[in-house]
Nanobody, 116 residues
Framework: QVQLVESGGGLVQTGGSLTLSCVAS????????MGWYRQAAGNERELVAS????????KYADSVKGRFTISRDDAKNAVYLQMNNLKPEDTAVYYC?????????WGQGTQVIVSS
């Protein structure tokens, strides 16, 4: 069974940056569209960014557009999320998964806290 492991979260100040990483245990699961999701306290989990198999197309939620960049390195079975100009509203637990997601493969996520 594939495992998705997120890392890179932490505590940053408003305006700071973080890079999140997601590594999959099987390459075959990283050649399909992948996404980053987040869930803030009291909110539903939402898709914030996704990337196609070929890395030719990306999409972003309006709330993060222009600030976040998703990328992938299939040779490393990895997907990344570069987050710049972070805002307190970005505080959440961030998860990676396929796009659309598979409910069986949600990992533990990585927590991002942005202080004001």
């Amino acid at each position: 069974q594939v495992q998705l492991v997120e890392s890179g979260g932490g505590l940053v100040q408003t305006g700071g940056s973080l890079t999140l990483s997601c590594v999959a245990s099987r390459r075959s699961f990283t050649i399909v569209p992948m996404g980053w999701y987040r869930q803030a306290a009291g909110n539903e989990r939402e898709l914030v960014a996704s990337i196609t198999r070929s890395s030719e197309r990306t999409k972003y939620a309006d709330s993060v557009k222009g600030r976040f960049t998703i990328s992938r390195d299939d040779a490393k079975n990895a997907v990344y999320l570069q987050m710049n100009n972070l805002k307190p509203e970005d505080t959440a637990v961030y998860y990676c998964n396929w796009d659309p997601p598979s409910d069986a493969y949600w990992g533990q996520g990585t927590q991002v806290i942005v202080s004001s």
